[in-house]
Nanobody, 125 residues
Framework: QVQLVESGGGLVQAGGSLRLSCASSGRTFSDYAVGWFRQAPGKEREFVGAITWGGASTYYADSVKDRFTISRDASKNTVYLQMNSVRPKDTAVYYC??????????????????WGPGTQVTVSS
């Protein structure tokens, strides 16, 4: 099990950029696949994107593809979510989550065991 903490959230204007961080403590983070999810008020938690074990590849939801980028820095045990060209619809609490088992591609929350507390992102129009 790993403990995760997100940071970097805040208020940003539409069209701007924001970088979220997901830091882990404990075991080697590179052994884990990490996903980013978000949840807006009154809506279900939805998949944003993920990076596979060792950072070999990334995949994204269609709604953020070509705008958001996930990367990892193994030396810092941190995974990043770079958000560019943000839109008001991107407003949500953003969560990172980690897993060590399961399919190579996992887009549902049920596949992830360890979760951070979340960080609020608000995009103003």
């Amino acid at each position: 099990q790993v403990q995760l903490v997100e940071s970097g959230g805040g208020l940003v204007q539409a069209g701007g950029s924001l970088r979220l961080s997901c830091a882990s403590s404990g075991r080697t983070f590179s052994d884990y696949a990490v996903g980013w999810f978000r949840q807006a008020p009154g809506k279900e938690r939805e998949f944003v994107g993920a990076i596979t074990w060792g950072g070999a590849s990334t995949y994204y939801a269609d709604s953020v593809k070509d705008r958001f980028t996930i990367s990892r820095d193994a030396s810092k045990n941190t995974v990043y979510l770079q958000m560019n060209s943000v839109r008001p619809k991107d407003t949500a609490v953003y969560y990172c989550a980690a897993r060590r088992i399961g399919p190579l591609v996992a887009r549902t929350p049920l596949h992830y065991r360890d979760w951070g507390p979340g960080t609020q992102v608000t995009v103003s129009s």
